[in-house]
């Protein structure tokens, strides 16, 4: 099944503990991208990938790291996390992003806490 | 810089009724726009993308969204809502030669019974 995986879906951590939350997808996507979901914020796009080794900041990259040695994984770490960093996360991919191909396929999500 | 605006934080209708989800957006040159759903403790799903050429777009679940230039907006619609159609909806929009995507804030719909 074609699908766009995270883990974990639950995290609760303490403040400047590190962190990484996984991120794959089987269907051979170039493009992959995170976003954080916030409550009268809607989705703000943290990093995106537009392929292998290849990364750039969104809107919201302060705090965050990414790397995407393999095609199909692009996990998201957080260094020292905050407060300020509990939010609900989604990774998402999309074949490429040509006009033609850049619908995007949303993870399951996962909801992090920071006490 | 790209932007969309989701004037309403919820939109209530009676099932049955027809229903509309309004966005506007603000880009540099040409719009390429989508719809997604997000039902509870769920991801996004694509629903439908408007690139170019006609304006009234079909998507999945018999949602059909109306581009207007002139007005910069992308409304999502349906003739007949259903129960099964509450959930939170977010209107995205990218320019071509960007790989950003900007999303709304999002906008609930409740459908009544």
């Known amino acids: 099944e074609a699908q766009v995986t995270q883990n974990p879906r639950y995290l609760i951590t303490v403040t400047g503990k590190k962190l990484t939350v996984t991120c794959s997808q089987n269907m051979n996507h170039e493009y992959m991208s995170w976003y954080r979901q916030d409550p009268g914020l809607g989705l703000r796009q943290i990093y995106y990938?537009?392929?292998?080794?290849?990364?750039d900041k969104g809107d919201v990259p302060e705090g965050y790291k990414v790397s995407r040695k393999e095609k199909r994984n692009f996990p998201l770490i957080l260094e020292s996390p905050s407060p300020n960093q509990t939010s609900l996360y989604f990774c998402a991919s999309s074949l490429s992003m040509i006009i033609s191909t850049d619908t995007q396929y949303f993870g399951p999500g996962t909801r992090l806490t920071v006490l | 810089a790209q932007s969309v605006a989701q004037p309403e934080d919820q939109v209530n209708v009676a099932e049955g009724n027809p229903l509309t989800v309004k966005c506007t957006y603000s880009?540099?040159?040409?719009?390429?726009l989508f719809w997604y759903v997000q039902y509870p403790n769920r991801g996004l799903q694509f629903l439908l993308k408007?690139?170019?050429?006609?304006?009234l777009v079909k998507g999945s679940y018999g949602f059909e969204a109306e581009f207007n230039k002139s007005q910069t907006s992308f409304h999502l619609k349906k003739p007949s809502a259903l129960v099964s159609d509450s959930a939170l909806y977010f209107c995205?929009?990218?320019?071509?030669?960007?790989?950003?995507?900007?999303f709304g804030i999002g906008t609930k719909l409740q459908v009544i019974p």
């Open positions: 995205a929009v990218r320019t071509g030669g960007y790989q950003k995507v900007t």
């Open positions: 880009v540099s040159g040409n719009p390429y």
């Open positions: 990938s537009m392929n292998v080794e290849v990364t």
């Open positions: 408007y690139i170019t050429g006609d304006n």
